[in-house]
């Protein structure tokens, strides 16, 4: 059974760059896309972008310009990182499979910007 | 404000049925399949419905998906306790080159 888990600070500044790291485990990340997907608190689902395991990604226009996701097919994890993050980024950050249809989620891990 | 349009609630007594709606656009319900999920208190989301009205594996057959033009639905028959939860509407927007959400639907059991 393929399991995903979120990890990375819990606890950002504003300003400064959210760094998040998903481990995949029970699966290879080879020949999937994989997504970043964040719930602000008592919110909706926002996708932020996803990344084909060869590297390439696409990113939600909103996020674009402060949005970086990469792979490690060596260590089985893809990451995200987004810089210049205010209160608004406050969210559940979710790592999932998939890029259209999402079949596998991380349990999520909530990222609180404040100083 | 999210791209596809759902109630923000629903609610049925115990084995009553419950639809939940889903309105969208041409560029993503319209020319894509609908996905729905639940997510359960304190869960991460859960893939419910795929292809508008594919069940994964180990989904009830009290849940049923369907999509007409730009608009989906999801019904629970047979609602139980363990269905209250937030459910979310999902599709591929060709502009965005990526999935949309709908703003999701609580469904409480009376």
């Known amino acids: 059974q393929v399991q995903l888990q979120e990890s990375g600070p819990g606890l950002v500044k504003p300003s400064e760059t959210l760094s998040l790291t998903c481990t995949v485990s029970g699966g290879s990340i080879s020949n999937y896309y994989w997504s970043w997907i964040r719930q602000p608190p008592g919110k909706g689902l926002e996708w932020i972008g996803y990344i084909y395991y060869s590297g390439s990604t696409n990113y939600n226009p909103s996020l674009k310009s402060r949005v970086i996701i990469s792979v490690d097919t060596s260590k089985n994890q893809f990451s995200l990182k987004l810089r210049s993050v205010t209160a608004a980024d406050t969210a559940v950050y979710y790592c999932?499979?998939?890029?259209?249809?999402?079949?596998?989620w991380g349990p999520g891990t909530l990222v609180t910007v404040s100083s | 404000q999210s791209v596809l349009t759902q109630p923000p609630s629903a609610s049925g007594t115990p084995g009553q049925r419950v639809t939940i709606s889903c309105s969208g656009s041409?560029?993503?319900?319209?020319?894509?399949?609908v996905n729905w999920y639940q997510q359960l208190p304190g869960t991460a989301p859960k893939l419910l419905i795929s292809s508008n009205y594919q069940r994964p594996s180990g989904v009830p057959d009290r849940f049923s998906g369907s999509k007409s033009g730009t608009s989906a639905s999801l019904a629970i028959s047979g609602l139980q306790s363990e269905d209250e939860a937030d459910y979310y509407c999902a599709a591929w927007d060709d502009a965005l080159n990526g999935p949309v959400f709908g703003g999701g639907t609580k469904v409480t059991v009376l």
């Open positions: 999932a499979r998939g890029n259209g249809v999402h079949t596998y």
């Open positions: 041409s560029s993503d319900i319209g020319s894509s399949t």
